[in-house]
């Protein structure tokens, strides 16, 4: 199998703070680990590539000082969102795939509403 | 500059009869294409795969047709279920290193009808 969890799966914060957001491959190792951000009735966009022991690799207009990345073993990728804005609040969707190969594996999404 | 498009937003189908879901890319580095199904406020579900050297993968009910001169593949569901109705999302990757990016299209919602 290749399952890959995420928590939280729901998350109300208030403006200003800071909400962390883990992503784990329960049955696979996952060197890399993928970001991204899907809007009302849109479609899912990268945010950024997340590499075990390595800087993350973020998408043309993703702030990488707002959205901090961190990947500290190859089952556990985590977003943290800083000092959230009610703009961020979204559906972050985090995947995970095998070495060398094509598909990815996705969480179930937290959904983030900064108030 | 959308490299995955899906043009149809949505489709219904009667039950029992063939869905079609189209995709256009126009990125020829593409070499791997994936359809994923969604649900509302969960993950993207992994259906089916086609790689940019075969033209046709089929697993069950469904089947990817991969026409790579025209940049164009399609999801045929066959016979179509109430339980398939889902947004479905067309993805292409290039690998690049030891992971692919996927780029994903907009989405077709479907929605099979008794």
């Known amino acids: 199998g290749a399952v890959v969890s995420q928590h939280p799966s729901w998350v109300i914060c208030k403006s200003g703070t800071s909400v962390k957001i883990e992503c784990r491959s329960l049955?696979?190792?996952?060197?890399?680990m993928f970001w991204y951000r899907q809007f009302p009735k849109q479609s899912l966009m990268l945010m950024a590539t997340?590499?075990?022991?390595?800087?993350?690799?973020?998408e043309q207009g993703v702030e990488k000082d707002k959205f901090l990345i961190n990947h500290a073993s190859l089952t556990l990728s985590t977003l943290t969102v800083t000092s959230a804005h009610p703009e961020d609040s979204s559906f972050y969707i985090c995947s995970a795939g095998k070495s060398y190969e094509e598909t990815q594996y996705f969480g179930p999404g937290t959904r983030l509403l900064v108030l | 500059d959308q490299q995955v498009k899906q043009n149809s937003p949505s489709l219904s189908v009667q039950e029992g009869r063939i869905s079609i879901l189209n995709c256009d890319y126009t990125?020829?580095?593409?070499?791997?294409f994936l359809w994923y199904k969604k649900y509302p406020a969960e993950g993207p579900t992994f259906l089916i795969s086609i790689s940019s050297i075969k033209d046709k993968n089929e697993d069950g009910r469904f089947t990817v047709f991969l026409n790579k001169s025209a940049k164009h593949l399609s999801l045929h569901i066959v016979p179509s279920q109430p339980g398939d109705s889902a947004v479905y999302f067309c993805a292409a990757s290039a690998l690049t290193g030891t992971a692919s990016k996927l780029t994903f299209g907009t989405g077709t919602r479907l929605q099979v009808t008794l």
């Open positions: 997340s590499n075990e022991g390595s800087k993350a690799t973020y």
């Open positions: 990125n020829s580095m593409f070499d791997y």
């Open positions: 049955d696979f190792q996952a060197t890399t």
